[in-house]
């Protein structure tokens, strides 16, 4: 019986061991990738555009953290840093729309809306960073999230095709509970990022035709 137990828990140390390797090897890789390009908003360099992820509503409005990202693109986009904000998010039942609640967001904190263009189809980063690109056309971007999220969301935006520097918002500011455990999320989403980005390039679960309405926002 003894025998047997040492056999399974040999089996169990070794399962456990390549299974931190497979987690382990896709975590560094994203955050090698995306070290060089993790600024502030004092030194991240001018892009056309900034790319805004979704991240939940409360009531109709931004979460708090959605609302933090906003915040830093707002603060862009009044530094001259970016000339147009992409609000990419989840609109995929009528009752359920990030995007249109992040336009109306900027707009109160001043970013006309005007400068301001909707991805109804922003269903997970990867998604985002590879319509931005196929969609609307974004060569180079300043994709804004929080900073646990930065790392993969930069490395996916330039496996995408997208010359991209990243801005974090620090959430920790308004909980250092869920901002722990996104930091640890991170580290297990890397896997998928790792799959969706190299291994097998998939599409986004809807692409369509290419787009216009970020070329117009940066003509005005």
Known sequence: MRDRWR??????????????????VPAAWVRLSASPH????????????ALVLGAGLFGGEPSPF????????????????????????????????????????????????????ADYAGFDTWDSCVRAKKIFGVDRAIVVTQQFHL???VTLCREAGVDTDGVGHDSSVISRTTTAYGEF???????????????????????????????TALQK
């Open 7 to 24: 056999v399974w828990l040999l089996r169990a140390a070794v399962g456990a061991g390549v299974l931190s390797i497979l987690l382990a």
């Open 38 to 49: 993790l600024r502030d908003v004092d030194s991240v360099p001018d892009a056309p555009v």
């Open 66 to 117: 959605l609302a933090g990202r906003l915040d830093v693109a707002a603060e862009l986009y009044a530094r001259g840093k970016v000339r147009a904000v992409l609000v990419s998010g989840d609109n995929s039942r009528s009752d359920y729309d990030e995007p249109t609640a992040m336009r109306r967001y900027l707009a109160r904190h001043g970013v006309p809306e005007r400068a301001v263009v």
């Open 151 to 153: 790392p993969r969301a």
């Open 185 to 215: 999320r991170e580290f297990v989403a890397s896997s998928k990022a790792f799959w969706d980005g190299v291994l097998v390039n998939r599409d986004p679960r809807f692409l369509g035709p290419r787009e216009s309405t970020l070329d």
